[in-house]
């Protein structure tokens, strides 16, 4: 017979079985942890739970919107304008209070005629606009190359070739109020003032089987980051002024703050007439042309050189470049730096003087 102490031993053994058993069969018949709240320090302990939990969803954050920028201008635009080829209309500019259409241009080019007029290639990429245009003039024979190398369709009132003769008609898809029969495009006041409207222009050059599609011709300059304007240097240029004739002198005030060069001619502001808004371009390029001169029946008349290239300044963010321009064979504009480097432009409107070598003497910048 088993002793007391015997008995006690083999007791305490299977308590502890049963014990260490029973603790064996709760563990893996439980199928969860649980956090259960211990009442004496609020904390929660772990637990892993198999239950479905109604977690509210997070909507994503919509995606910004996209920008669309126009690549010629390098501005904010429609998506739609990214596709529309340029169309351009040559204005008289022989009396500013005349002209109506210039603020809303993207380019503005300006070139010498005979005596103390200019005339003005303003160009637009929105197809849409019904704002008036005038005053619409001839052009001349050395205008067309800085319109081809943007790919633009030109409109224009006639043209005046290198003998002085009044009636020729360009190839290639132009626009031209006395010979294309498009009477109903443009309108001519009892004062002889010709107008017309971009969204006008693009129905005749429809009619005429053109393209409006942009041609994605090169251009002659990059347009800066849209966060980082660019500076060409630290020389702080607020005005400059040239001279197209001793009777026509344009200027331009630099402003700081909005990056802007506000243009003058004959000393007072030069505004569209249809806006009064005074006309202003984040970027001025200057380009100078040999000239050679040449005798009609009535006077003696002149070309620009656009063969052989030549120089020029770039006025941008307040500074000057210097530059280089010359046509590429395929008829497009390229326009460098000292360093071969195509030149870089502020986003915005950009102005191109084709001014002769002899106006480069009546050019002060301060």
């Not at 603790?23 to 479905?52: A, Y």
């Not at 070139?111 to 849409?128: E, F, N, Q, S, V």
């Amino acid at each position: 017979m088993k002793s007391a102490k015997q008995k006690k031993s083999v007791l305490t053994i299977s308590i502890l079985f049963l014990t260490v058993l029973s603790l064996l069969v709760s563990l893996v018949g439980c199928s969860r942890f649980s956090f259960v709240q211990n009442p004496d320090d609020g904390k929660n302990t772990p637990t892993d739970t198999n239950d479905d939990e109604d977690l509210s969803t997070i909507a994503p954050a919509d995606p910004p919107p996209t920008i669309y920028y126009n690549r010629y201008t390098g501005l904010a635009c429609d998506e739609a304008l990214l596709s529309c080829r340029p169309i351009s209309v040559c204005i008289g500019n022989f009396d500013g209070t005349r002209q109506a259409g210039l603020s809303f241009a993207d380019i503005l080019i300006e070139a010498p005629t005979d005596g103390d007029k200019t005339r003005l290639w303003a160009i637009y990429t929105d197809h849409t606009k019904t704002s008036t245009v005038s005053s619409v003039a001839t052009v001349r024979d050395y205008m067309m190359p800085v319109l081809g190398a943007f790919g633009a369709i030109g409109a224009y009132a006639g043209t005046t070739d290198t003998v002085g003769a009044t009636g020729t008609v360009y190839e290639g898809e132009h626009l031209d109020y006395l010979h294309h029969n498009l009477s109903s495009t443009f309108e001519k006041d009892t004062s002889g003032i010709i107008s017309t409207t971009p969204k006008a222009l693009a129905s005749a050059a429809l009619g005429r089987q053109y393209s409006l599609t942009d041609q994605g011709t090169a251009l002659p300059y990059r347009l800066a980051d849209v966060s980082t304007p660019f500076t060409p240097n630290s020389n702080l240029i607020r005005s400059l002024t040239f001279r197209y004739s001793m009777a026509n002198t344009v200027g331009f005030r630099y402003d700081a703050e909005s990056g802007r060069y506000y243009r003058e001619q004959s000393g007072a502001a030069h505004t569209d007439a249809s806006t009064n808004e005074q006309l202003s371009f984040s970027n001025l390029l200057l380009l100078f042309h040999n000239v050679s001169y040449y005798h009609t029946s009535n006077n003696t008349s002149f070309s620009l050189d656009t063969k052989s290239g030549g120089d020029g300044y770039l006025y941008t963010g307040g500074g000057v470049l210097s530059v280089h321009w010359s046509y590429r064979e395929d008829g497009t504009l390229a326009v460098v730096d000292d360093t071969g480097e195509q030149i870089l432009l502020n986003r915005g409107k950009t102005y191109i003087g084709m001014l002769r070598v002899t106006d480069s003497s009546s050019l002060i910048a301060k």
